[in-house]
């Protein structure tokens, strides 16, 4: 696993990839926070964060099957996967060396927001004036959720060669099943019903963990659609000896 993970790590570092996502992540997420009108901290009076993990969320959805899409499918259309097959590795160690490598990327990009808080903290009347528990919880929910994206792109990018198509369905499966359940849920007339579907989707525990108390149950289904999306990735895979 390691020796794809160094791998993948030093071909986003020799690449222009990671530097673009960052600076996108990173200048959007400026814009909102401090310069367009009625989202930014200044005009909204108050000292928090829910700007940036509002918006978070649906860039993440470009911006992470962005990096996923090259994974499998590069190796596949270049030919290299096949060498890749050759060497003593195992599919699970194939599998969780490109993961980590993708996840790795996104935490470092995610990393730099850390100022924002400190800017809102300091700005605070007075000093210090921010439910930093809701933020860091927001925070571990942010990166959970990364981490499921991350999985869903690495499953679309081991569907097929092409890039194009593996971003199409990453971004796709990433809003079906972050905002899709709570959309469907509010069409069914029965509240126990709209619920429970609303339950079924990322959104919903995302804004749990938001709140700042961390509920294993949140965490779990976080751990549960990633090892599940790596299963199937894994299954893939493995339809080659078929």
């Given amino acids: 696993m390691f020796p794809i993970l160094r791998k993948e790590i030093n071909s986003f ?8 996502i960052m600076v996108i992540f990173l200048t959007g997420m400026g814009l ?3 310069v367009f009108p009625e989202y930014n901290v200044l005009d909204y009076g108050f000292a928090d964060l829910s700007t940036l993990f509002g918006m978070a969320p ?3 959805m470009f911006l992470i099957p962005a990096v996923t ?4 499918a590069e190796e596949k259309k270049g030919g290299t996967m096949e060498l890749l097959l050759t060497r003593p590795l195992t599919d699970w160690n194939l599998i969780w060396g490109k993961y980590l490598a993708c996840f790795l990327l996104i935490l470092f990009t995610l990393l730099p927001t850390l100022i924002y808080y400190l800017s809102v903290y300091l700005l605070g009347n007075p000093v210090g004036n921010i439910d930093s528990a809701g933020v860091f919880g927001s925070y571990i929910g942010l990166a959970l959720l990364a981490a499921v994206f991350t999985a869903i792109g690495i499953f679309a990018s081991s569907i097929s060669e092409n890039q194009i198509v593996s971003f199409v369905i990453a971004a796709f499966l990433c ?3 972050f905002a ?3 959309s469907l849920s509010t069409m069914s007339s029965s509240g126990s019903v709209a619920y429970f579907v609303n339950q079924l989707g990322l959104e919903y525990h995302y804004n749990a963990l938001s709140k700042g108390l961390i509920d294993s149950r949140n965490v779990i289904y976080f751990l549960s659609v990633i090892a599940l999306m790596l ?3 894994r299954l893939i895979l493995a339809s080659r000896k078929w």
Avoid: E, H
Avoid at 13 to 20: E, H, R, T
């Fill in 13 to 20: 570092l020799n690449s222009l990839v990671a530097y673009i």
């Fill in 32 to 34: 909102f926070i401090w």
């Fill in 58 to 60: 649906y860039i993440f």
């Fill in 69 to 72: 899409m090259r994974s499998f």
């Fill in 175 to 177: 809003f079906a099943l």
């Fill in 180 to 182: 899709g359940f709570s």
């Fill in 231 to 233: 299963m199937a990735t």
